[in-house]
């Protein structure tokens, strides 16, 4: 899973989240970046207001957390997501012996991004396409 530092550095880096079923996120901001939550059809879904989308935390009656702005949370994009985002500048993953390797060729150029993991790699290869 990719660590609440790196999926920061994403969020900061200008990548936007339209959150779907299935996604990941923590309440940041409020010394929850350890509770990890899913979005899913039951307990956790995306309720459109036309203040804009609130994150409703169904059926919790024992946590005093109804709903949270989708401002306050912050996506934590998982492995397949990341792989998704590089999109054709992404040329292959391999690994090192201690990680990973993320290889983009973008316009005839080949660079590589290392990670201890796969997601890791792939936010690395990310961060650099979004800073670019």
Same mark, same amino acid.
């Given at each position: 899973m990719l660590s609440i530092a790196t999926a920061r550095a994403l969020h900061e880096?200008?990548?936007p989240w339209t959150p779907a079923r299935g996604d990941s996120f923590v309440v940041a901001g409020r010394d929850m970046d350890d509770e990890v939550f899913v979005l899913?059809?039951?307990t956790v879904e995306?309720?459109?207001f036309p203040g804009g989308p609130?994150?409703?935390f169904n059926g919790t009656?024992?946590?005093a957390l109804d709903s949270v702005e989708k401002s306050e949370t912050l996506w934590v994009p998982a492995e397949h997501q990341l792989r998704e985002l590089l999109g054709e500048a992404f040329a292959g993953l391999a690994p090192t012996g201690d990680g990973y390797r993320v290889?983009?060729?973008v316009a005839g150029v080949t660079t590589g991004f290392n990670g &201890?993991? &796969?997601a890791?790699?792939?936010a690395a290869a990310l961060l650099h396409l979004l800073r670019s």
């Open positions: 880096a200008g990548l899913s059809d039951m995306v309720h459109e609130v994150i409703g009656t024992e946590w290889t983009l060729r &201890p993991e &796969p890791e790699a792939y």
